[in-house]
Nanobody
Framework: QVQLVESGGGLVQPGGSLRLSCAASRSIYTLNAMGWYRQNPGKQRELVAVMTSGSVTNYADSVKGRFTISSDNPKNTVYLQMNSLKPDDTAVYYC?????????WGQGTQVTVSS
């Protein structure tokens, strides 16, 4: 089992920045992948950014150049730095982890981009 605890969501104006954090209950080194998805009501959950155990990163085209995923391994924490935020980035953001063949999700944190 992996517990994921997210923080850092909130309300920000267009063009602003936010940083999301996700703390895992086990060492990141033991996870196959860790990252972020987002979802709006009535829509499918979509990939935002993911980092594999080999530190390979993958981003959605819509966030490339604006969002950066990183990790602090001693703290078992993954971050999502979000810059140049747009109203279309508004969603509930979920932390994700893959451990062996199992997938785990955080409780979600709301990000709202609005003036």
């Amino acid at each position: 089992q992996v517990q994921l605890v997210e923080s850092g969501g909130g309300l920000v104006q267009p063009g602003g920045s936010l940083r999301l954090s996700c703390a895992a209950s086990r060492s990141i080194y033991t996870l196959n992948a860790m990252g972020w998805y987002r979802q709006n009501p009535g829509k499918q959950r979509e990939l935002v950014a993911v980092m594999t155990s080999g530190s390979v990163t993958n981003y959605a085209d819509s966030v490339k150049g604006r969002f950066t995923i990183s990790s602090d391994n001693p703290k078992n924490t993954v971050y999502l730095q979000m810059n140049s935020l747009k109203p279309d980035d508004t969603a509930v953001y979920y932390c994700y982890a893959k451990y062996i063949s199992m997938e785990f999700w955080g409780q979600g944190t709301q990000v709202t981009v609005s003036s």
